[in-house]
């Protein structure tokens, strides 16, 4: 998938307006990884190659730090390593089958398992090379091990995790992995992913965000937008 684009194709002003442009960080949701986070990456990202979990990881990132910004009581030093080693684990999984563990009218549920217990594995080397609180560190290793087949939350921490995994599917390159994933159409994609997102969220913060991104995804494939071009 083609990554968006960070610089210009056109400047139809015709004149520069970088220099009026408010410092980034007055303005809400414009941060980037935290240091320490970008730590966690480093180590983590070799274990992401896998089903397009490093970039999903990445927004996944985006999300969850927005959710913290709406929870002032979560622990930042827990969701945002937890979102970032929760899918490691697939790594250590068959790569043909990877998606029979998702798939629709199937599902293998043993390798979802798998996936979850790898990952707490990971987590833990990963979080332990890099000297983090031994505290911290268990629950972060306890919110991955089990952040898919676990149906209730252990705490705010491990809903904002498994929230912000889920809403990036709703995100257009959420959207257009699965169609890939499954062979659907846009229109496909959407319902499935809508199916197995907005039932299954903890928080109303994320609920609502829920609703914005599918109405992005909605409006995507609608004809009124398609004849567009």
């Not at 968006?4 to 194709?9: A, C, D, I, L, T």
């Not at 390159?173 to 039932?199: N, P, Y």
Request: glycine letters at 8%; charged letters at 25%; hydrophobic letters at 45%.
């Amino acid at each position: 998938m083609a990554l968006p684009p960070q610089e210009p194709s056109a400047n139809h002003l015709g004149t520069d307006v970088t220099p009026f442009l408010p410092d980034p960080t007055t303005v809400t949701g414009t941060a980037g990884f935290r240091p320490a986070d970008a730590e966690v990456w480093r180590l983590a990202v070799e274990h992401l190659h896998v089903r397009s979990n490093d970039a999903h990881t990445a927004y996944s990132y985006g999300l969850a730090a927005a959710l913290c910004d709406l929870h002032p009581d979560a622990d930042r030093d827990v969701v945002l390593p937890a979102i970032i080693l929760h899918d490691t684990g697939w790594s250590r999984v068959a790569a043909d089958e990877v998606l029979e563990a998702i798939r629709p009218g199937g599902g293998r549920e043993d390798l979802v398992i798998r996936h979850e217990k790898e990952g707490a594995a990971i987590a833990s080397d990963v979080l332990g090379r890099l000297g983090r609180d031994p505290a911290r560190t268990a629950e972060i290793v306890g919110i991955i091990d089990g952040h898919d087949s676990r149906l209730t939350s252990l705490s705010l921490n491990d809903a904002l995790v498994k929230d912000a995994d889920k809403l990036w599917r709703l995100t257009p390159h959420g959207v257009e992995t699965v169609m890939d994933w499954f062979g659907l159409t846009r229109q496909q994609a959407h319902v499935l992913i809508g199916s197995r997102v907005h039932d299954h969220l903890f928080t109303d913060a994320a609920r609502t965000m829920a609703r914005a991104l599918a109405a992005v995804a909605l409006i995507d494939s609608a004809p009124q937008r398609t004849a567009l071009g």
